[in-house]
């Protein structure tokens, strides 16, 4: 069984910064790329970054500049530094791996999500 626990998430003005963090957990042989994802009330879920496992990156244009994705192979965890939050960023945050198991298929894991609340 693999898990993805996220952390980090709360409510800050605009401004603030948050760092948002995934651990994965379990039966893992090997971790691929791991992403960010969110969702807003009443909008489908969008990719806000993304990182292989040779920490290229690659970023949705509405954080650029502002949220840095990286990686600890070590710990099994990705992170989101986000900078500058706006109230647009307000939404619940995912993290997203694609994980080979000792037993099973290489497949998509998705974590339980955090909520992220831009405001004043």
């Known amino acids: 069984q693999v898990q993805l626990v996220e952390s980090g998430g709360g409510l800050v003005q605009p401004g603030g910064s948050l760092r948002l963090s995934c651990a994965a957990s379990g039966s893992i042989f090997s971790i691929n790329a791991m992403a960010w994802y969110r969702q807003a009330p009443g909008k489908q879920r969008e990719l806000v970054a993304a990182?292989?496992?040779?920490?290229?990156?690659n970023y949705a244009d509405s954080v650029k500049g502002r949220f840095t994705i990286s990686r600890d192979n070590a710990k099994n965890t990705v992170y989101l530094q986000m900078n500058n939050l706006k109230p647009e960023d307000t939404a619940v945050y995912y993290c997203?791996?694609?994980?080979?198991?000792?037993?099973?298929?290489?497949?998509?894991?998705w974590g339980q999500g955090t909520q992220v609340t831009v405001s004043s």
């Open positions: 990182i292989t496992t040779g920490s290229s990156t």
């Open positions: 997203n791996a694609d994980i080979t198991r000792y037993s099973g298929p290489r497949r998509n894991y």
